[in-house]
Nanobody, 115 residues
């Protein structure tokens, strides 16, 4: 059974940094696309950043220049480095992966940015 497990969330002051990690278990295949979504209370889940198996990246306008997504296929892990955090970045962050047409989600990790 394929599972995505996030870690690295927490409470940080505005202007601070956090690094999220998402490890994949139950699959030895490299995911075609891996990414991070987030959902704030009362809001829809939105894409934060994606990275393809070829290394192409895509970011939401709101995080460009502050967040960096990367992946380590040897470890089957995707990372999200978040710098210059703002209170508006407060949300549950979900890891997402697509492999052979199947999409998988992690359970989510809370990120809270205080002003």
């Amino acid at each position: 059974q394929v599972q995505l497990v996030e870690s690295g969330g927490g409470l940080v002051q505005a202007g601070g940094s956090l690094r999220l990690s998402c490890g994949v278990s139950g699959s030895s295949f490299s995911f075609n696309v891996m990414g991070w979504y987030r959902q704030a209370p009362g809001s829809q889940r939105e894409l934060v950043a994606q990275v393809t198996s070829g290394g192409a990246t895509n970011y939401a306008d709101s995080v460009k220049g502050r967040f960096t997504i990367s992946r380590d296929d040897a470890q089957n892990t995707v990372y999200l480095q978040m710098n210059s955090l703002k209170p508006a970045d407060t949300a549950v962050y979900y890891c997402h992966g697509v492999v052979y047409g199947y999409a998988y989600w992690g359970q989510g990790t809370q990120v809270t940015v205080s002003s």
